[in-house]
């Protein structure tokens, strides 16, 4: 077998191309012919708590095909890199699986026409889904006018906070609609409780380490990294002014604490919430199925309202997270994979007991009235928080994919890192981002021109 690359000048480097060796070699010696009777799909996810949803309602599906056999099979964290080799060898691929967000621009990279999904817009025309659908969380799974992936959920954020605290420093935070109410409040409730001259509690805690906190800012605002047409619009007047003012939520008025550890779900983080460090926090869904889940003991001090809007009747949410579910291009059996698909993603049901175990607020509308969506939710104190996820639904805003968006993020989180530490002027950190990113666009692009 001659292979068409050296290793200096593969496209996308020496290390994805060693991969790409040793998985075809394994191959050899791991896969034998299937046998041609069999109705088999092998379906690919990465997060255990799906694949638990999936392998407890296999069995009903079972009855539903029972000539079909399906393989699910949970890789964890060396998903992505698995798949990205099977693409690439055009070999060993499943027939669906599932996509995090911030992976799913490794996939789409070169000729849109060689990407290794399917494009599943017509299907979804043709039996009308786009109209059951939320439109806006196709955006991230989109690329041009293809859609390679349906979305797993909506993933909107609220605003979770002590209620208890904030009443304790007079505050109530059912009064805020706007971010300019939000500072007078939070100034009112980040205290030196001891007197010691050190802040013993913080209104609000946020990540200045990765892009987290930041795009969920910004994504309110309707900004992103890329615009609907793959640009790079980092460098927007609206993309400074958003980290201006995140940064002045650190220095200028003293109401943010950086996140505890690695992130919002760490251990330390939660230690903080525990001991009244933290009084608030921008939560999407599934971090607050997570607190739930992680720290039972703070059940009935949280409360949650809609994201402090920037202007008055303005958005009062965002978006954080998110997977989808696609068909690979070497699926033997499209039509059956696709009805898989649907089984796992469209399902009321199903989709009803997700919110239930996770509180993940599905896409599918026709799941919006059911009555566990609508219970109160003794976590926050009887608040019926189904209900205003719902509420909060059809505000998402979009978030535009761009092949180059693991890059662009990894520098993200450096140049957020630089503004808020004051290394940088938030102008001066973008723009030097933005000129990286559009440099190795270009460069890429020259790159991928050697297949040509």
């Not at 979770?160 to 805020?176: C, G, H, P, Q, S």
């Not at 579910?325 to 009805?339: D, H, S, V, Y």
């Not at 978030?399 to 004051?422: G, K």
Request: charged fraction near 25%; charge should be negative; aromatic fraction near 12%.
């Amino acid at each position: 077998m001659r292979f068409p690359y050296d290793a200096d000048n593969f496209p996308l480097g020496k290390g994805p191309m060693v991969m790409l060796i040793l998985f075809l070699i394994s191959c050899l010696f791991i896969f034998a012919p299937a046998d041609e009777t069999e109705k088999e799909l092998e379906f690919w996810v990465f997060a255990p708590t799906h694949y638990e949803e999936y392998q407890a309602r296999l069995p009903i599906y079972k009855t539903l095909q029972p000539d079909i056999n399906v393989q699910l099979i949970n890789f964890g964290g060396t998903m992505h890199d698995k798949l990205l080799t099977a693409l690439l060898s055009d070999f060993g691929a499943p027939d669906l699986v599932e996509v995090e967000i911030n992976s799913i621009g490794r996939f789409l990279k070169g000729d849109i026409e060689e990407v290794g999904f399917v494009d599943l817009r017509p299907r979804l025309e043709s039996e009308g889904w786009l109209d059951q659908l939320v439109i806006s969380r196709f955006t991230p799974w989109s690329y041009g006018d293809k859609i390679f992936g349906i979305p797993h959920d909506l993933h909107p954020v609220v605003l979770l906070y002590r209620d208890d605290l904030f009443k304790a420093a007079n505050v109530d935070m059912t009064e805020i609609e706007t971010w300019d109410d939000f500072i007078i409040a939070a100034k009112k409730a980040t205290r030196d409780l001891d007197g010691d001259g050190e802040i013993d509690q913080y209104a609000i805690v946020l990540d200045n380490k990765t892009e987290s906190d930041y795009m969920n800012l910004l994504l309110q605002r309707g900004g992103g990294f890329f615009d609907a047409q793959g640009n790079v619009i980092i460098d927007s007047e609206i993309a400074i002014e958003t980290l201006e003012f995140f940064t002045s939520l650190f220095n200028e008025h003293q109401i943010a604490t950086p996140v505890y550890g690695t992130w919002h779900g760490d251990p330390s983080n939660y230690a903080a919430m525990q001991d009244g460090k933290i009084l608030s926090i921008l939560a999407p869904d599934w971090y607050v199925g997570l607190l739930q889940s992680q720290v039972p003991q703070m059940s009935g001090k949280w409360k949650a309202i809609s994201m402090p809007a920037w202007e008055t009747d303005g958005r009062r949410t965002t978006t954080r997270g998110g997977t989808m579910i696609g068909i690979t291009k070497q699926c033997e059996n499209p039509e059956l994979a696709w009805e898989l698909l649907k089984f796992t993603y469209f399902d009321r049901a199903s989709l009803i007991n997700r919110y239930e175990t996770t509180l993940i607020i599905p896409p599918l509308k026709a799941a919006w009235d059911a009555q566990a969506l609508k219970q109160p939710l003794e976590y926050l104190g009887g608040q019926p928080l189904g209900e205003l996820f719902i509420e909060l639904a059809p505000e998402l805003p979009p978030r535009y994919q761009n092949p180059y968006w693991s890059e662009a993020a990894d520098l993200l989180n450096d140049a957020i890192f630089a503004a808020v530490t004051q290394k940088q002027t938030p102008r001066q950190a973008l723009t030097e981002l933005a000129e990286k990113i559009r440099t190795t666009i270009t460069k890429d692009q020259e790159r991928w021109k050697i297949k040509d």
